[in-house]
Structure formats: structure tokens, C-alpha cells
């Protein structure tokens, strides 16, 4: 399979992606220790960030946010397997049973995409699939509408309009629940968007599962 020969020529080099220092897995073990310290347990769920139950792997700082910028800007695909199998291992070891058989990762606008090479959040939703025996539905939601980076947005409002009928269904599929995964989670806004178009298609978000959680944006 193509992702098992990634790893394994990733595996030969022996070079950590983050700090170029040698590695026997794919990051040095510095930088995978660095990795772990910003995963503190489950995250307490947020109260009225999100209408769903939200299961959050780590904080988005230090070496992980680094592991992320790797993943989105330095075509790093290993990195998002890794990371991905990171979330699957814990929630085999610490969450379990699941809402929902179905895992559908946040896509990414087609024009980004051909840009990026691949999608980090579905690429981390297939490797948490692969080790929690889950089944990852890429297809199920496309993104339809090219929206900048919601970091760049200065109100609520704005990351509202931002995503506005960002996405629609890629499939038709009969209702049932779900779950969505994400890398990276803020204000909630983009992953709200997803949640209603879902649900207005009949198929019931029963958590969200994200690998890293940034500081709330409020304003």
C-alpha cells in the first residue's frame, strides 16, 4: 500500500522531519517525547463551543504545533500518519467504545488541495481509522467554497460569512450517525459549519474528534 511504502522510506532516511536529527521511527525521540508532553488526557469538552461531544488529543503549542505546520506547509504526509495514530492509540487505550462507526475528516477546498498534495486531516482520519477498526468517509463532504484561513478573520461574523455554505455532501448516503475529525480546533466555526450541513442531510454528528486545541477566539 502506498502509505505502508511512505513509512518505510521514511523509516531509511532515519531524519526527524522537525529537527533534522537522526530518528529510528519518524520523529527524533527529543521531538516525539516534545510531541507527547502536549497531550494532557482528554480535554474536558467545551460547553457551548461545539453542539457535540468534542475528543481532543492534545494542545496545539510547541513541538506539536510544529508537527502540524510540517504536515500543512512542508508536505510532510508521514507526519499526519504518525499523528493520526497518536489519536487512534489513545482512544483505544482511554475512550473505547464509539458513538459512531463512521469517521468523516473536514475536507480541503479542491484548488488547495491540488496545492498541498493532500488532505493532513483526512490523512490523520484514515491512520485513526486503520488502528480503531473505524471506517473513514472522506467522500461524504466535499468542500465547495475556497475560504481563507479563518486566522485571518477579525470577528465572529466574519468567521461565520467566511464558511457560509462552505461545504455540501459528496454522497448520498442514508441517515446515520457519524462522527468528524479535524486537525486543528479554535473557534468551532468551520467544524459547525459541517455539523449542520450533516445534519440537515439526516446524519447525526455524535462527536467531533480533533488532534489539537488552540486557545478560544472570542472576539
Known sequence: MAWTAGIANFFLKSVCPLCQRPAQGIFCRD?????????????PQETGLLP??????GHYDGALKRAIAA?????????AQSLGYKVGAWWRRDIGQAPAQVVIPIPLHARKLQQRGFNQAEVMAQSFCRLTGLRCRPRWLQRIKETKPQIETRSRAERAANLAHAFA???????????????ILT?????????TLLEQHQLRVSGVIVLARTAVMTH
Open 31 to 43: 521531538c516525539d517525547r516534545q510531541i507527547d508532553a502536549y497531550f494532557p488526557g482528554q480535554l
Open 169 to 183: 455532501l459528496g454522497a448520498m448516503v442514508p441517515p446515520q450517525s457519524v462522527m468528524v475529525f479535524d486537525d
Open 71 to 79: 504536515c500543512k506547509f512542508q508536505g510532510a504526509q508521514v507526519v
Open 187 to 195: 473557534s468551532g466555526a468551520t467544524l459547525r459549519e459541517a455539523i
Open 52 to 57: 457535540v461531544p468534542v475528543y481532543c488529543w
